[in-house]
């Protein structure tokens, strides 16, 4: 019999792997939390027909869908945003606005699989809805980079590119081209990077050429337009040497309005670790014209992601130092001679209850092994328990110093130890 594996595009979290899943997650709502964002959750499965009505042909081509045994055809949701347009539309009433939203979880997408393309992929969402200003395009831009440098990025790893589909309507007018068919024109836009001949051919039959493309994107934003508020405003954060405007910037997904922007590694070799943009009219959509909700919001992937920590060296610091804090056992307490094991268990018990990651041989174990145990659990402690109880070994297994405690001190000998500056901060 074949043997099973996990299907193509979905990946099993091994303990390794589930802690780095971990770490993005805690810094994702620790930076969404700073930015004054409450979180919510929609659902993993939805009704088809909410991506039929507005996602675009790109993600219904992509959508994992079947029916249930009443004949509902469904959907895992590739994405979040028409399932937020449809919560916020639904209790408006119900929240102060700007609504300031973020959500993490799953979304499925039957594309191929490849580098930084996964069928099962982690996303972190962030919107705001309820105000149509540029000071809320702003602010999402700004709370995709003030992530982004939690991790660790600078400059020269991430830049944000940032442009406005509305901007396209003058290309539109200048080369005569109908506005019905702006929606045709910007999909084909999309793909002008990455099928530049196929991009060509789709042009002309709109009347027009890259080269005119090309000329239009290499203008300068009016500073007075919306791109140029958003620079204005992105500029005063400080964030401006890690945006750059670029119209080619237009986005795969259909209901997007005006600005959109992507983040990319600066040296263009992945695909995009983040992508968003305004979808004023999608709430209507979704609601059948009850609610006019003007919206902006992005996503950010965790392959993407995780490809570039791999690549950045002060990133990969911040996961190492995060890791050691929260997974690493702190105390491993070692069993001398077996006949100590009741007051071991006594004691790696209390120092648990005071709140220590602490482990021990669940079995004998020879002493020296015990060592090897504890460098493998990444314990900082050794807390050495034999017939001398209630007089306790106390080791620092990173600088190998001793320091006798009994069973009364040993919680302030391990807490000091532990303050003092182990080898990840020297
Ligand atoms: P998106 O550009 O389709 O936008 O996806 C956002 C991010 O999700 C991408 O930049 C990428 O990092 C990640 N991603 C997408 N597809 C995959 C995949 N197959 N494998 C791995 N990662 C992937 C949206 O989904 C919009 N709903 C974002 C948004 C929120 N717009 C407004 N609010």
């Not at 469904?74 to 945003?81: D, I, N």
């Not at 393309?117 to 995709?144: H, K, P, S």
């Not at 919306?226 to 992105?234: E, I």
């Not at 669940?362 to 328990?385: D, H, M, W, Y």
């Amino acid at each position: 019999m074949a043997k099973i594996q996990t299907l193509p595009g979905f990946h099993d979290f091994y303990p390794e792997d589930l802690k780095i899943r971990n770490y993005l997650f805690e810094v994702w709502r620790r930076v969404a939390h700073r930015h004054g964002f409450v979180e919510y959750e929609a659902p993993t499965v939805e009704s088809a027909e909410l991506y039929r009505r507005k996602s675009g042909d790109e993600i219904l081509s992509q959508l994992f869908h079947f029916e249930d045994k009443g004949g509902r055809e469904m959907a895992l949701r590739p994405e979040l945003t028409p399932s937020l347009a449809r919560m916020a539309s639904a209790r408006l009433r119900d929240y102060r606005k700007p609504l300031k939203w973020f959500q993490i979880g799953p979304c499925f997408r039957a594309e191929r699989p490849q580098k930084g393309r996964r069928r099962e992929f982690i996303q972190f969402n962030a919107d705001i809805l309820g105000d149509a200003g540029t000071g809320a395009d702003a602010e999402l831009a700004a709370l995709a980079i003030e992530t982004l440098r939690e991790f660790g990025f600078g400059t020269d790893e991430v830049v944000l590119r940032l442009s406005n589909r509305d901007v396209w309507n003058d290309f539109l007018a200048e080369q005569g081209i109908s506005f019905d068919r702006a929606g045709e024109f910007l999909t084909i836009l999309d793909k002008l990077e990455r099928d530049p001949e196929g991009v060509a051919a789709k042009l002309a039959t709109l009347g027009t050429s890259t080269d005119a493309v090309r000329e239009f994107i290499a203008r300068d934003p009016d500073p007075e337009g919306p791109l140029g508020r958003v620079l204005a405003d992105l500029e005063a954060r400080g964030l401006a040497t890690y945006v750059e405007t670029d119209l080619s910037i237009v986005r795969g997904l259909a209901y997007y309005t005006g600005t959109v922007f992507e983040v990319f590694d600066r040296a263009r070799a992945l695909r995009a670790v983040a992508g968003g943009g305004r979808y004023n009219d999608l709430a209507a959509l979704v609601s059948d014209g009850a609610v006019d909700l003007p919206a902006i919001g992005f996503a950010m992937g965790n392959v993407v992601l995780g490809d570039l920590i791999d690549q950045c060296a002060e990133a990969k610091v911040r996961l190492l130092a995060w890791l050691d804090e929260r997974t690493a056992a702190q105390v491993y307490v070692m069993i001398a001679d077996e006949a100590s094991r009741p007051h071991a268990l006594a004691v790696a018990t209390d120092l648990r209850r005071a709140g220590l990651r602490v482990d021990l041989p669940l079995s004998p174990l020879k002493f020296n092994k015990q060592f090897q145990a504890a460098e493998a659990v990444g314990a900082r402690v050794g807390v050495i328990i034999g017939s001398e109880f209630p007089a306790i070994s106390v080791k620092d297994l990173h600088h190998r110093r001793e320091v006798a405690a009994t069973a009364d001190t040993l919680a302030q000998t391990v807490a000091d130890i532990l303050a003092a500056p182990g080898p990840l901060i020297a």
